[in-house]
Structures are given as C-alpha cells and as structure tokens.
C-alpha cells in the first residue's frame, strides 16, 4: 500500500483500526459478495489477457497532451502524458481489477455504467466479467478515448464509449439507458462533483443497483463526500473498502448497514467470529 499524501496515510490508520474482516458479516448478501469478489484468488482466464494488454500498454512512450476535466493529478505536473505512464499512475491495480471481474460474474449485471474510461481497462473487467453487460463508459480527453475504443476492440468487447465531460454527456444519456444495475465512478474526484454525479444518477438506477466509488480517501473532500453519500437512506447497504466505497441498493434486505472490511489476509489476527 503506497499513499499519495497525508489525508490518505491517516485515514488508512482510522480505518484499519475499524476494519472488520468478512467473518463478521451477518448478511448474506454481503457476506458472499465479499466472499467471492474480495477474498477471491481464483485466476479467470480473462485475467491474462487483460494482462498482456497491459503489458503492451507500459511499452508505448509516445507523449501527447490532454485536457483534464477532473480534479487534477498529484503525479503529473504538465498536461504532457505517455500511455505507460497513465497506465502505472490513473489505472486500477489487477487486484482491484480482479474485484471489479468478480463483481459483475456474481452480479450479472444488464446495464451499467463507468465515469472516467481512461484506457479502458476497468470497463474490460467489468465486461469480461458479465458479457451481457451493456456498458456505457465517459471520458473527457480525446486521445484517450481513442486508446480505449482501440482496446475495446483489442479485447473483442462491444462497451459504449462516449468522449465528453461527465456534466454534458451524462443528461444526454441516462434518459435513454435503461435503469443501471452496476455505476463505477472513477473521475473528477472532488466533493462538489460526486454529491452532482450522484444526484444525477440516483434516478437512473434500478431497484438492485451497485454504486462503486474509487479512491474516497484520496482527499478530504472525498471522504466528506463519502460519509455524506452512505447515509442516503435509499441505499441499504455500504461498504467501504478503502479503496472502493459500495453503495448497495437491496429491497430485501430489512435494515440499513455500513461495513468497513478488510481483506483477511491484512489482519490475520481477526479470523474469530467478530471479525
Ligand atoms: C482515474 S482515471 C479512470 C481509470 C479507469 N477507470 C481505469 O481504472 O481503468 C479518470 C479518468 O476520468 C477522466 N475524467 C476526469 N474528470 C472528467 C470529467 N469531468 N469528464 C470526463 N472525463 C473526466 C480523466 O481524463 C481520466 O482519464
């Protein structure tokens, strides 16, 4: 675990304090979601080929520019990118990634949807994981855009990519999707433009739907943003996994709860009952 400023490295100390391990998980639905999507170390087939993109993916070193429509990039100080370097800065790790995969197989999803495509490779995972899956992903730079229409067709998955900013594509296509089963946002990680995108989407989600939020701790206004949205009372439940926050839409489920969970493997100390 590497962090990328103060805010993060102290939240990781709150919430490994108040981590619970899924052995302390009363609720079945999220006690096998956990199970099968963060406690999962089965190799899919699909993995590999996600991997040798990646690899050819950290080879390309050309440089171009992009226009950032999002809250900015701590590693990046000019508009000057590489695709390798995009690649090991803005892109989900393989295991967030492996989450993302398992998270759709269980679910199976019909419509979702993905603010901030870049490359495409979090879109793959999600499409690789549930091949009905009708996905429709926005990114607001050209370039690369471009890279990831090239490898969706690489990867032979058919994902709806859209190039725009969030705020102008997404009034333009939530009337015509059906209800969303699964939203991953993955961009313009401030707190004004994730209470916007949620308000904007909370009418478009279907009676089941997943909300993935990454990166709550990156900043303060993240975190306020994130402890705001888990007490939205049409969500029963949230779990906030450090790096992804969940919010959970279950008709049947007969309370609101919210989880912190880590992987066993990170606090081997808490196999027992509680957690
Ligand atoms: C962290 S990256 C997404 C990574 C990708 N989900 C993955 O893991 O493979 C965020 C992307 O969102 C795009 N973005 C940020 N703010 C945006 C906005 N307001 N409108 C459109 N795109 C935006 C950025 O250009 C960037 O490529």
Same mark, same amino acid.
């Given at each position: 675990m590497s962090f990328i400023n103060r805010h993060q490295l102290i939240s990781y100390l709150r919430y490994y304090v108040k981590a619970?391990?899924?052995?302390?998980?009363?609720?079945?639905?999220?006690? $096998?979601?956990?199970?099968?999507?963060?406690?999962?170390?089965?190799?899919y087939n699909?993995? %590999?080929?996600?991997?040798?993109? $990646?690899?050819?993916?950290?080879?390309?070193? $050309?440089?171009?520019d992009?226009?950032?429509l999002g809250a900015g990039s701590r590693q990046f100080k000019t508009s000057k990118r590489t695709v390798s370097g995009i690649l090991a800065t803005s892109v989900l790790s393989k295991k967030e990634g492996n989450f993302l995969f398992n998270l759709a197989r269980i679910l199976t999803p019909k419509t979702g949807l993905e603010l901030g495509t870049s490359l495409g490779l979090s879109a793959l995972y999600l499409c690789l994981g549930a091949r009905q899956l009708d996905l429709h992903t926005i990114e607001g730079d050209q370039s690369i855009h471009d890279? %990831?229409?090239e490898n969706f067709k690489h990867a032979d998955v058919d994902a709806h990519a859209y190039c725009? %900013?969030?705020?102008?594509?997404?009034?333009?296509?939530?009337?015509t999707i059906a209800p969303l089963?699964?939203?991953y946002i993955d961009g313009n990680h401030s707190y004004e433009a994730t209470l916007r995108y949620h308000q904007m989407l909370s009418?478009?989600?279907?009676?089941? %739907?997943?909300?993935?939020?990454?990166?709550i701790y990156w900043s303060s206004g993240m975190t306020k943003a994130w402890q705001e949205l888990i007490v939205d009372p049409?969500?029963?439940?949230?779990?906030?996994?450090?790096?992804?926050g969940l919010l959970i839409k279950q008709e049947r489920a007969i309370k609101k709860q919210h989880f912190t969970i880590i992987e066993r493997i990170k606090k081997p100390l808490s196999l027992g009952f509680w957690g």
């Open positions: 619970k391990t899924v052995n302390s998980v009363h609720s079945p639905y999220v006690y $096998r979601l956990l199970m099968e999507c963060l406690e999962n170390r089965k190799e699909v993995f %590999a080929k996600i991997d040798l993109l $990646r690899q050819l993916l950290a080879q390309e070193n $050309r440089e171009f992009i226009e950032d890279i %990831a229409v725009g %900013a969030f705020d102008h594509v997404l009034p333009n296509i939530l009337p089963d699964v939203v009418p478009h989600l279907s009676k089941d %739907a997943i909300l993935i939020y990454d990166d049409s969500f029963q439940y949230s779990i906030d996994l450090f790096n992804f």
